[in-house]
């Protein structure tokens, strides 16, 4: 058994039987964080797999802080990647099947980014940031409901150290922050943190199969919504917010897909 790095809040190691790799994550001391949900993050964890877009669970306790399942030995993506066309492409496009995915009706969670910015908000010390925060996630929520998009099952946290390639195929891993939203809330996931590489939104979005009404407006709703969660995550931590998180600081780009 070997330990593995790369998560911030579980424990990881690569089990080597007979049988085949395995990966064995535990709970962390800190995994208690807002937004993750063990119950929901193992149902949405096996319809991917199901689908083939993610390991295998082999054991989970009821609980869900420990978990068993395959192990992929491949490349875990790096921002490089985001970099290039074709990759975007084909991420954007595994996003388009999780969006997909059949969600059983007691399943279907609420989206409440509010709750979970409340509560960063009372982890984080008082202070004219976390008002502003708050002020600028109710602003962006009120405006995404208002598009009133059907609701689909979403990754929630496609970024590059998430997505695995392996012989040609990818992998989503990480699915603590999976729920039920309008799907332009995976694309502006990673368009929040690597702006520059999402030049051309409206591609991104068809390639994702995401369609519907107001497209611009949900995806500039969910984009600040995420900034604002975002800067809350770090005030939480007692740390300041990168400049990446502020609103309208990014980018090669200043429009979103239009409809």
């Known amino acids: 058994m070997r330990s593995l790095t790369g998560g911030s809040v579980n424990n990881l190691w690569r089990v080597d039987t007979p049988a085949g790799h395995f990966l064995l994550r535990e709970d962390g001391p800190a995994w208690r964080r807002p937004g993750v949900n063990r119950q929901r993050e193992g149902v949405a ?23 068993v399942c395959d192990f992929i030995d491949g490349r875990v993506w790096t921002p490089e990647d985001f970099s290039q066309a074709t990759q975007r492409e084909r991420l954007c496009e595994m996003l388009g099947r999780v969006h997909r995915l059949p969600l059983p009706p007691q399943e279907c969670w609420p ?13 984080a010390a008082p202070g004219p940031q976390v008002g502003a925060c708050l002020d600028a996630a109710q602003l962006a929520a009120a405006q995404l409901e208002a598009a009133a998009a059907p609701r689909v099952l979403t990754h929630g946290d496609p970024l590059p150290g998430n997505v695995i390639e392996s012989a040609g195929r990818l992998w989503l891993i990480d699915w603590e922050f999976t729920q039920c939203a309008d799907p332009v809330w995976d694309l502006a996931a990673f368009a929040v943190w690597l702006p520059e590489v999402l030049g051309d939104l409206a591609h991104a979005a068809e390639r994702a199969g995401i369609r519907g009404e107001r497209l611009a407006a949900r995806f500039d709703a969910a984009l600040a919504l995420h900034r604002a969660l975002g800067s809350l995550w770090y005030l939480a931590r007692g740390e300041s917010p990168p400049a990446v998180l502020e609103t309208g600081a990014a980018s090669g780009h200043t429009s979103a897909p239009r409809a």
């Open 45 to 67: 964890h096996a319809l991917a797999a199901q689908a083939g877009m993610a390991p295998r669970i082999l054991w989970r306790s009821d609980a869900g802080d420990v978990l």
């Open 111 to 123: 989206f409440e980014p509010l709750r979970l910015a409340h509560d960063y908000a009372q982890s």
